[in-house]
């Protein structure tokens, strides 16, 4: 890739989806972007930079800005968060919603590994009584077909997830691993750019967005956490990064990353 | 310094595996069999056990067995380091007092990961 197709790539994620994409890192370019220039049937990467820049046709501009957004993650990372989760979060919720479902988003799922742990955690230790609406989301349609599948090679399921819990709600599929149906049934997939207008989405009692924050640049970080602070329900929380700020918001003790909106007409305790 | 036993006939495994859990502040011993295992077991129990499935010999669900009979055999943290990949065998191992269990190949990050997991680190 020439240094003008690299500023291209870049200057496309961060006006769309506000990725930060150093042009600098050719190998990272060139690695995520080389398998989407044989899925869309070009020669290779220079021919579908060339077509990108004369034709700019939207679908091929999605699949580059989808590309490059981050994918990593692991099952339960940062486990002190989902500790706060269960032990905290959950049962607060449970108690303020009576028999309501709660509403839960993790937005910027990735290959799904987070919504699937959060799946996973409620259906060992929900607190009774407590029904649940769980949607995941993320930039890329593909990757949310992966999430989807529930699909998992070896070294995913050996990061982060205990051998209990890989025998419990796994199957082997040939030499990948299949998440149990009735973990996957828990989930709802959408695909949604965080930084669009998410009122039509409604309110959330819970959001989880831990991923992606450190790939966004720092107006689009601002506007995706505002965003997703104006969807929560009163009372309700969103769990970020370790170490990450939430405004406007109070975090909880024990630097887990969670954080809880403030109820109208009532003071939040810290 | 917390230790760690390595169980393998691989003497590269064995290898890898040191080299991994030394970077992750262990002291490390190597086995080259069950036998060997058990008798180091015997002199000094670790605080946690690398342990390989098939081996010539007795097999590492054997030696587990034995181990968890042994004065104080219940307390190191045993984690299967193996090719089996299998669901079976999986929860086979738990049964038999697995505290984790690696598929290999594995990296540094699945055995700190594990490592933690089992409460070993």
């Known amino acids: 890739m020439t240094p003008g197709q690299r500023v291209l790539v870049a200057g496309l994620c961060a006006d769309r989806a506000g990725l930060r994409v ?6 990272l370019l ?3 972007l080389g398998p989407v ?20 046709d939207e679908r091929l501009v999605w699949a580059v800005v989808e590309a490059m957004s981050p994918a990593e993650t692991t099952f339960f990372r940062d486990p002190q968060t989902f500790d706060a989760v269960a032990a905290e979060v959950l049962e607060d919720l449970a108690r303020r919603r009576g028999g309501q479902p709660l509403r839960v988003w993790v937005a910027a799922c990735g290959a799904g590994q ?15 009584g407590l029904t649940l609406d769980l949607c995941a989301s993320d930039l890329s349609e593909r990757r949310l077909e992966k999430a989807r599948s529930g699909i998992y090679s070896q070294f995913e399921v050996q990061r982060g997830l205990s051998a209990r819990r890989l025998v419990r709600h796994f199957e082997k599929q040939d030499d990948n691993f299949v998440l149990s149906q009735r973990i996957r049934q828990m989930v709802r997939w959408r695909r949604v750019n965080l930084l669009e207008d998410l009122t039509p989405f409604g309110e959330f009692d819970l ?5 992606v924050v450190g790939a966004m640049l720092e107006t689009a970080r601002g506007q995706v956490l505002g965003n997703l602070t104006g969807a929560l329900a009163d009372g309700g929380y969103l769990v970020t990064g370790l170490g990450d700020a939430a405004p406007g918001l109070t975090a909880l003790p024990g630097s887990n990353g969670v954080h809880r909106a403030g109820t109208a007409g009532r003071a939040v305790a810290a | 310094m917390k230790t760690c036993l390595v169980v393998d006939d691989s003497r590269v495994i064995r290898k890898v595996a040191r080299r991994i859990l030394e970077d992750l502040g262990f002291a490390v011993a190597e086995a080259a069999d069950g036998a060997d295992a ?3 077991c015997a002199t000094a129990m670790p605080d946690a056990i690398l ?12 030696v587990l067995r034995r181990l968890r009979l042994e004065p104080g055999g219940a307390a190191p943290k045993v984690l299967f380091c193996t090719i089996e990949n299998e669901i079976d065998r999986i929860r086979e191992a738990l049964t038999y007092g697995a505290d984790e269990y ?20």
């Open chain 2, 102 to 121: 690696i598929m290999k190949p594995f990296d540094g990050d699945i055995v700190a990961g594990k490592l933690a997991m089992a409460g070993a680190l």
């Open chain 1, 30 to 32: 060139e690695n995520r």
């Open chain 1, 207 to 211: 959001i989880v967005y831990r991923n």
């Open chain 1, 22 to 27: 150093d042009p600098e890192k050719a190998y």
């Open chain 2, 38 to 40: 058990l008798a180091w």
């Open chain 1, 37 to 56: 220039a044989r899925r869309e049937g070009f020669s290779g990467l220079d021919d579908m930079l060339q077509t990108l820049r004369d034709r700019g």
């Open chain 1, 114 to 128: 987070e919504v699937h742990s959060l799946a996973m955690l409620l259906e060992e230790r929900a607190p009774a």
């Open chain 2, 51 to 62: 342990l390989d499935w098939n081996m010539p010999g007795m097999n590492g669900l054997e």
